[in-house]
């Protein structure tokens, strides 16, 4: 149990050390990694959807 007490106190030290950043700035990071996330995903949500597609224009040609 002394051990997790040490690590704790350990933990906490460290946490001091931290130079945090502002909060405008952790909440302009915050909306900009949200939006870039959501860009991405309509990105690759559009490929998805061209490549189902395509596949399935080459799956017919097959007669499939």
Not at 1 to 6: A, L, P, Q, S, Y
Not at 53 to 61: A, C, D, E, R, T
């Given at each position: 149990?002394?051990?997790?007490?040490?690590f704790l106190k350990g933990?906490?030290?460290?946490?001091?050390?931290v130079s945090?950043?502002?909060r405008s700035l952790a909440f302009k990071a915050?909306?900009?990694?949200?939006i870039f996330?959501?860009?991405i995903g309509f990105y690759l949500w559009i490929l998805d959807i061209a490549f189902v597609?395509?596949?399935?224009?080459?799956?017919?040609?097959r007669g499939g």
């Open positions: 149990m002394e051990r997790i007490k040490n933990v906490k030290q460290e946490l001091n050390k945090w950043p502002p915050t909306v900009s990694v949200i996330s959501l860009i597609k395509i596949l399935n224009f080459l799956l017919s040609l």
